[in-house]
């Protein structure tokens, strides 16, 4: 059996409108890779997340999540996602950093399933994970920006999960935090475990990723920064 | 009052359905309120005053008094919330454009209905704005039943509701039916609104659902923290509001509503002065 954790071959996707956002993408990741994905605005980045997610639905072509095709793929606790809207939720939406971790049980927990002791365990080694427990108790909207991603990441991971998915994870974040936060996320992936992040700035995830996708409809590795000058990425 | 307690079932009844939906309306309301959907309990109250206008219409003109005006306010009100979800989705980019058309739509209704009647007596007043003796002993059953549904279903689904609540694409991502448990919630909304109407009246209704979340929000950390002090706040306002009723014969709904402004403007008040002090303090601090 392949360690290919995600395999797509040959995928196109177009909304009802007509617009090709994505043509003929090839693409794999391997178990402990950590794989950053650049691109200008509307290259079909989140698009290509959201592909692998099962949000959306490719036209033609096939995607395999864990040797399993995507139709197919139920064990939803191997993956988790930190979605580029997570830190624009309603600041005053009264929930603590201990309550929004426990979110990321949902799934794994099933409905009608309550949280147990041992659950709050997970919660607060996902919230150590991120040198977050001593916020456990204060609501999210009091925190920084940095602090609320970290929070969010702890919720991706108190499932743990083997591949953690991350669209634009540092918009928001001032740039000391933007260094501790990929820091942060290079101690999970010798943690093994792996990571695919989508973001606007190739210099500070170039650092940190073991292979780095130019993604602009297409879909092409980049050997080399300097074949990619800054001005032709964005954020999506 | 404790003896006319003891002595008059009306007012158990009424006690007793008042400590319920003391109970059940800020728990769904705290729910409602984080959904950012008050003015949606707002539109079901009207489309149950529709409902409660036609049970009375039907009573008057047919003499039918199976259909009592609170069943066809309770069947008004989840009818009108079936309605609210087929427009939301209709608007999928103007979702809040439903609860303007079912509420005027409500009142509408209760116009053309009360027009049809030539007019209501006292009865209409007591569904407007509740009453302290208008709760009989098989609307208090009813009010129960509606309650266990309402702790069940909230207690089963709490952290689906809860995830969707706070982040409606990470509960899509993590399997949840999100279409199907927004439509019972609604149900559950149209249900509780209907059992609360004896007591506050369907314009007072939607308050007991919010007032008790918007003080409990600014003393709690956390969501459940915030339900347990609404529930508290909700109960202490019915029980305050149903003794003020009866010693100066008003209908409970304005004296519940008066009590839970007058602690909300209390609390913002206090707070206000505590934030007020602590800024002074520490700017003599930094002279100092």
Known sequence: ?236 | MLASLLEYDFLRHTFITGIIIGFIAPLLGSFIVVRRLSMMADALSHVTLAGIAFGLLLEKKTGITAITPFYSGLGFSVVGSLFIEKLRKLYTAFQELAIPVILSAGVGLSVLFIALADGFNADLYSYLFGSVSAVSKQDMYIVLVIAIIVCIVIFSIYKELFLLSFDEEQATINGIPATVIHTFFIILTALVIAASMRIVGVLLVSALMTLPVAIGIRLAKGFKQTIIYSILIGELSVIIGLIIGYYLEMPPGGSIVLFLILVLVSIIGAQHFKRRRLTSNMKSDVRG
């Open chain 1, 1 to 236: 059996m392949s360690d290919k954790i995600i395999e797509i071959e040959d995928v196109s996707f177009q909304y009802d409108y007509d617009k090709t956002v994505l043509s003929h993408i090839n693409f794999s990741m391997r178990a402990g890779d950590f794989v950053g994905l650049v691109g200008p605005n509307g290259g079909g980045k989140t698009t290509l997340l959201k592909l692998i997610l099962g949000l959306n639905k490719a036209n033609n072509g096939t995607i395999r999540i864990f040797n399993t095709p995507i139709q197919e793929f139920k064990d939803k606790n191997k993956i988790a996602y930190v979605s580029q809207k997570a830190n624009a939720f309603n600041r005053g939406f009264p929930a603590t950093v201990e309550e929004v971790v426990e979110m990321g049980l949902t799934a794994s927990l099933g409905i009608f399933k309550r949280i147990k002791k041992q659950h709050k365990l997970a919660v607060y080694e996902a919230l150590k994970k991120v040198d977050m427990t001593s916020y456990a108790k204060e609501n999210i909207g009091n925190l920084s920006g940095g602090q609320q991603q970290r929070v969010f990441i702890a919720r991706a991971l108190v499932s743990e999960p083997e591949l953690l998915i991350l669209d634009e994870p540092t918009v928001g974040v001032d740039q000391q935090n933007v260094s501790n936060f990929f820091d942060l996320l290079s101690k999970l992936n010798q943690q093994h475990i792996s990571l695919l992040i989508v973001s606007h700035d190739l210099q500070a995830i170039a650092n940190h990723v073991t292979n780095v996708f130019f993604v602009n409809k297409t879909i092409q590795a980049i050997d080399s920064l300097e074949d990619y000058p800054l001005f032709t990425l964005g954020g999506e």
